[in-house]
């Protein structure tokens, strides 16, 4: 943004536009929506078998995931122009590595310590994803079995063992936050979606018993702590203020979610074509901007006007998004529901033989 004019940065970072440009505060809010998706088949008593659980999250997150990392290595090792000197160090480091074959065996592991800035950085979040979503049905017993604030205090305990590899550095991360450290933090986001999930009747009656006034303040009040909470990092110097910060965007989440549940204004408004429309290509979003960022910026920096730079890179964007989405990632997640219901059926039809043998 400063490349385009110095004043844009201050205006997404102080004004209300700062929400549509945060992406680590969308990153909170898509470890809680996870967690509030996750958990509804195991509240329901609806979640099959955990073989076809994780099928189900390997084809939904993991093929459209290695498809997507064939494209930004390809990219990367084409157009990386070996640094541009009037742009930043943060940017000159990506695609820096080359093809470098343990990196992306990384990659292909997913869930390891990852060298994120090496073709596509936004992947870290998605490390988190996976591997919680291997532990997921663990974390459900304890939300099941105990009360809400049993399992917050099971979140400040695992965010208080994340803190402590920000003072003592137990794990080096070799990208960004991408430790199992951080792992065992952001567990605590999807406990607290899956809380949302349980109590959901329980905060939908509470807000609705709001005047009208009392749901603006509400609404004002999270968008405060979802915007700004990163204040906490200025006024608070220590290793591990991005944690305090996270929980007060955590905050402003929830409001959110629970606003979205209750609400019906709100609701008509995510109903709208286009929110709809963005939803649906969401992941295919995520996985593909940053690698078209770049791929612009090696390309035609020096050749064409930053703006137009811009534009072009995020239409093409939106065109591959939905190329992605209609040619693999539905695709994919569809081919897994149904693996996923064909193991769920024969282990319900072997159940069925076995106590009838008994």
Not at 36 to 58: A, E, M, T, W
Not at 309 to 320: M, P
Not at 328 to 347: C, F, H, M, T, W
Request: proline share 3%; aromatic share 16%.
């Amino acid at each position: 943004m400063w490349m385009i004019t110095p004043v844009l940065p201050l205006v997404f970072s102080y004004s209300p536009f700062r929400i549509f440009v945060y992406g680590h505060a969308a990153v909170i809010l898509f470890f809680i929506l996870s967690g509030f998706v996750l958990s509804l088949p195991f509240l329901n008593n609806k979640q099959g078998s955990y073989y076809g659980y994780i099928l189900k999250r390997f084809f939904r997150i993991y093929i459209p995931y290695i498809v997507s990392l064939a494209i930004a290595i390809t990219l990367s090792v084409s157009l990386h122009r070996d640094g541009i000197n009037s742009l930043s160090d943060w940017f000159n480091q990506f695609w820096s590595k080359g093809l470098d074959i343990d990196i992306i065996k990384e990659h292909i592991l997913l869930i390891t310590n990852i060298h994120t800035d090496a073709y596509n950085t936004v992947v870290w979040s998605l490390i988190h994803e996976m591997r919680i979503s291997i532990i997921f049905p663990i974390i459900m017993f304890a939300v099941i079995r105990y009360k809400w604030s049993t399992n917050l205090l099971l979140c400040l305990l695992l965010s208080s063992i994340g803190a402590m590899n920000d003072v003592f550095d137990f794990e080096v991360r070799n990208g960004h936050y991408t430790s199992i450290f951080d792992t065992v933090h952001y567990t605590s986001f999807f406990i607290t979606g899956a809380l949302l999930a349980k109590y959901k009747e329980n905060l939908a009656r509470a807000y609705h018993k709001l005047n009208k006034i009392h749901k603006w303040a509400l609404l004002t009040t999270a968008m405060i702590f979802y915007s700004y909470s990163r204040i906490v990092e200025v006024v608070i110097h220590q290793p591990f203020n991005h944690i305090i910060t996270e929980y007060g965007i955590a905050f402003g989440s929830i409001i959110v979610v629970i606003m979205a549940l209750s609400s019906n204004a709100f609701t008509n408004f995510l109903m709208r074509k286009p929110i709809i429309f963005i939803g649906k290509i969401s992941y295919s979003l995520y996985l593909y901007h940053f690698v078209i960022l770049l791929s612009s910026i090696n390309l035609f920096y020096g050749k064409l006007p930053i703006v137009l730079i811009y534009v072009l890179s995020f239409i093409t964007t939106i065109v591959v998004s939905v190329l992605g989405y209609y040619f693999i990632e539905d695709p994919s997640a569809k081919l897994g529901r149904k693996v996923s219901q064909k193991i769920n059926l024969y282990q319900l039809k072997n159940k069925t033989s076995v106590k009838k043998g008994a």
